[in-house]
Nanobody, 123 residues
Framework: VQLQASGGGSVQNGGSLRLSCTAS????????IGWFRQVPGNEREGVSC????????YYRDSVKGRFTISGDNAKNTVNLQMNMLKPDDTAVYYC?????????????????WGQGTQVTVSS
């Protein structure tokens, strides 16, 4: 089982990006999927997660109202729409299968950590 994050790039403060998480070997909608980010030298932090069937979602406080997580069953992807981006959002973003509930998300990936995608927001 492998998850691959894509869609990163460089934008200016206030810009938008849409990240996609794709899977090989299983249907994403059957599992809870989370987005994480990591800045070199810092610990990886959970950003958002979505339950199986999209029944509920979770967002860390700093991204509420700016980021939206959603599933696309036709494409077997989980997307993270990021609006009003700030320089503090700059990081490598990863997706992973993790526990998720409306109050929080797990920190341990069930499948390890694939290659992330770089998001850079300039001021």
């Amino acid at each position: 089982v492998q998850l691959q994050a894509s869609g990163g790039g460089s934008v200016q403060n206030g810009g938008s990006l849409r990240l996609s998480c794709t899977a090989s070997g299983f249907t994403l909608d059957d599992y809870t999927i989370g987005w994480f980010r990591q800045v070199p030298g810092n610990e990886r932090e959970g950003v958002s997660c979505i339950s199986s069937r999209g029944r509920f979602t979770y967002y860390r406080d700093s991204v509420k109202g700016r980021f939206t997580i959603s599933g696309d069953n036709a494409k077997n992807t989980v997307n993270l729409q990021m609006n009003m981006l700030k320089p503090d959002d700059t990081a490598v973003y990863y997706c992973a299968r993790v526990p998720c509930d409306p109050q929080g998300m797990g920190e341990v990936s069930l499948d390890g950590w694939g290659q992330g995608t770089q998001v850079t927001v300039s001021s």
